[in-house]
């Protein structure tokens, strides 16, 4: 597969500034807290304490949260900022958060499992089990694979950038079904010809997470729930229901600034349907950690299934060396091998994280969407804590 196009990469940068438009200039001062758990050494200070309160001082973030599993497989967790503006209330520890895109980690996995069952075919065309669903300008599902859809390599177009998701503000609360953001997809024409190139768009997760609908006969919160959540034990991972606005447990506020220099809006309460199997689930760090090393040490997937998972190709559009598989990504570490992740974006929330072959893990979420430079910093942070 090719290397994204630079004018793709760089339409998908103008779309995450245009929908979540970033907040480094916002200088807030806040106080940070101290971490929940003892650092690793008393002898000096925590590296992954330092680097959250450097989100927070110098970055503007109004709070940062992680959870790091270390090479001794102690949990740690973390907290900086605070976790209400309008209260200073403080962050929560292991507080819930919009897990974002790490939602499609998620919808791979209940189709590969739907794979191994015999249920679904991963190169078979999207066709076979919804017809007539994929037709547009330069597209069409019986060239479309299941593989494809799951990879990135459909060529169809980003219901993000329809009309009607060009202002959050003003679709906070507003439920769409899916088939409406389908077709706000389907209005544009194919970004290229299926399986010739790379591209992420959020509509290949939202017909896959028609095609579990379809197959299943159940709701694609149902079976993610059934097949990932419950089965290892996820306790505060869950899809939000139809009409669910608030988030159920104890949580920072997210923020999103609509400008630079606007005032930060609050987005915490939101109605995620815009989102659904492309970024919908609300889950921890912690659970985040428990996710992605399930997945690594074969909990979730058969061996088949799981190495079609790891099978990647270029997606440097998120950094330097980063590959993406099915629904997951790997990014070299600075001290040697791979992390295994996703990592998410939602109008207030923004994490980076994954898990390593020899079971370390970090996830690190702060609670509004930065810029391009403090977004590399929210990554190089993961590596930090993962390297130490």
């Not at 760089?10 to 970033?22: D, G, I, K, N, S």
């Not at 949260?65 to 929560?92: E, F, I, N, Q, W």
């Not at 896959?208 to 993610?224: M, S, W």
């Not at 998410?344 to 391009?372: L, Q």
Request: proline share 6%.
């Amino acid at each position: 597969m090719h290397h994204p196009a630079p004018q793709g990469a760089a339409r998908h940068l103008r779309r995450l500034r245009h929908a979540t438009v970033a907040a480094a200039t916002a200088g807030i001062a806040l106080t940070a807290l101290a971490p929940a758990a003892p650092p690793a050494s008393a002898a000096r200070p925590d590296v992954v304490q330092q680097r959250l309160d450097a989100l927070v001082r110098d970055d503007g973030m109004p709070a940062a949260l992680a959870t790091v599993k270390g090479r001794d497989g102690r949990s740690r967790t973390y907290v900086a900022g605070v976790g209400d503006l309008a209260t200073g209330a403080r962050v929560p520890v292991d507080g819930q958060i919009r897990a974002g895109s790490n939602t499609k980690a998620f919808t791979a996995v209940v189709v590969l499992q739907l794979v191994a069952e015999g249920r679904i075919g991963l190169d078979a065309a999207v066709e076979t089990h919804l017809p007539g669903l994929l037709r547009g300008d330069g597209f069409d599902g019986r060239r479309i694979t299941v593989r494809q859809l799951l990879q990135h390599t459909s060529g169809l177009p980003d219901y993000m950038d329809a009309p009607a998701l060009a202002d959050f503000t003003t679709i906070q609360y507003r439920y769409f079904e899916p088939r409406e953001l389908l077709d706000g997809a389907l209005a544009q024409p194919a970004r290229f010809a299926a399986g010739t190139a790379w591209e992420y768009s959020n509509t290949n997760y939202l017909v896959a997470g028609l095609l579990i609908q379809q197959v299943t006969g159940r709701p694609y919160g149902e079976e993610v729930t059934r097949r990932v959540v419950d089965r290892i034990g996820l306790r505060h991972t869950y899809v939000p229901a139809v009409g669910e606005t608030a988030i159920r447990e104890a949580h920072p506020h997210g923020y999103l600034r609509t400008a630079p220099g606007a005032p930060l809006v609050d987005y915490t309460a939101m109605d995620a349907s815009m989102a659904w199997a492309a970024g919908a689930v609300v889950s921890t760090n912690t659970d985040l950690n428990t996710f992605y090393g399930a997945l690594l040490t074969g909990r979730l997937l058969p061996a088949a299934q799981l190495a079609e998972m790891r099978t990647t190709v270029p997606a440097e559009l998120f950094g330097p060396g980063v590959r993406y598989g099915l629904g997951i990504q790997s990014r070299p570490l600075s001290c040697g091998g791979l992390v295994w992740g996703h990592g998410g974006t939602s109008p207030g929330h923004r994490t980076r994280g994954g898990a390593t072959e020899d079971g370390r893990a970090a996830t690190i979420t702060v609670t509004t969407v930065p810029d391009a430079a403090t977004g590399t910093r929210l990554t190089d942070a993961v590596d930090a804590a993962l390297c130490r």
